[in-house]
């Protein structure tokens, strides 16, 4: 059952299937639907087990399919797989998910499918019973949308004009994160609803570092002033979950680029919005870099994101700190 990302929410709540399949890059809605799904089988008492799945390293897969746990009899298992799966790893993808034990569920995270990809046999035949989530980068106008979709849920309710509604979309550039680490801070302020006046005044009061001033920083390769960025964003109180997701952003397209011919380079700089004066910053920076380098930051970035959940234990901000220090090489 293929839905937009809007009837995925609705459809979770309502009806259970087998298997979850989610492809795109887009971390907002991705996360959300994430969430939502973990929130579901939680409820329900399952186990659920999640891994990162690099290099087409698919162990975890073959180590848990047909098998049951100590810890519970109904377990979700989640993978997140960074590159398109080879023969082998779509042979077992394909097993598993026509397969799925009564009290087991799959949520398959893609993150690097093209069109041509989702449309082969071996992807039609996972998502045949499954429900399926194609997630696209949203234009202004469906940042509004979704943007206003976000205020319905809050706990302390905000109230944005249509004109102010426009103005942060425009403002975010349709990135749905940073519009959310926006909306964060507005439900701290004593003021409950704004226009595009009293919001612009806001914005041009508060915002004084955010997520995509450290990005440029990291790129650039300057750690005292990254470092600097970071503790003003945890001071502002920025979500970490956020920061994480912009430091994820830029070593994916790294990994990118390093893998990439210049005329492919040049593709993937447009898609990114990289302007020509900071090329030259992006590849300098990739020739720092091994391969196995990036599968190491990566699983860092994976294990960063489990102790925001609260799935695994430590100190978040510390890591994130180290995994800074990481990046300037």
């Known amino acids: 059952m293929k839905v937009t990302y809007i009837e995925a929410i609705q459809v979770i709540h309502k009806k259970d299937f087998p298997c979850y399949v989610i492809t795109g890059k887009e971390p907002f809605q991705k996360n959300k639907l994430v969430d939502l799904i973990n929130q579901k089988y939680k409820a329900q008492q399952f186990e659920i087990l999640r ?33 398109a799966p080879d023969k082998n ?105 704004f226009d595009q006046y009293t919001l612009s005044q806001y914005l041009s009061n508060a915002m004084s570092y955010d997520v995509f001033d450290l990005s440029q920083s990291i790129v ?37 680029l390093s893998t990439q011919t210049p005329q492919q380079q040049q593709s993937t700089f447009v898609t990114n919005n990289i302007w020509r004066d900071k090329q030259i910053a992006y590849q300098r920076l990739i020739k720092k870099f091994h391969p196995n380098q990036y599968s190491q930051l990566l699983n860092k970035c994976f294990m960063i994101d489990l102790m925001i959940k609260g799935i695994e234990s430590g100190n978040v901000e510390k890591e994130l700190n180290e995994l800074i220090c990481q990046l300037h090489h």
């Open 89 to 193: 790893a779509k042979k077992l993808l394909t097993e598993c998910v026509n397969s799925v034990p009564q009290n087991d569920r799959y949520l398959l995270v893609f993150e690097d499918l093209n069109s041509a990809q989702q449309k082969t046999k071996w992807f039609q035949t996972i998502i045949q019973n499954a429900l399926y989530v194609q997630i696209w980068p949203v234009s202004i106008n469906e940042a509004m949308t979704l943007i206003k979709l976000e205020l319905t849920s809050l706990k302390t309710p905000i109230k944005l004009t249509q004109d102010a509604l426009m103005l942060l979309a425009q403002k975010t550039e349709g990135n749905l994160f940073a519009a959310s680490q926006i909306i964060s801070l507005l439900q701290d302020q004593p003021e409950k609803s």
């Open 220 to 256: 650039e390769q300057n750690i005292n002033r990254s470092l600097t960025i970071l503790q003003y964003l945890f001071k502002e109180r920025i979500e970490t979950a956020i920061i994480l997701w912009a430091i994820v952003k830029e070593v994916r397209i790294w990994l990118k």
């Open 51 to 83: 891994t990162q799945i690099t290099n087409q390293q698919y162990d975890f897969l073959q180590l848990n399919y047909n098998t049951f746990s100590l810890f519970a009899e109904q377990r979700l298992l989640q993978l997140h797989i960074s590159k």
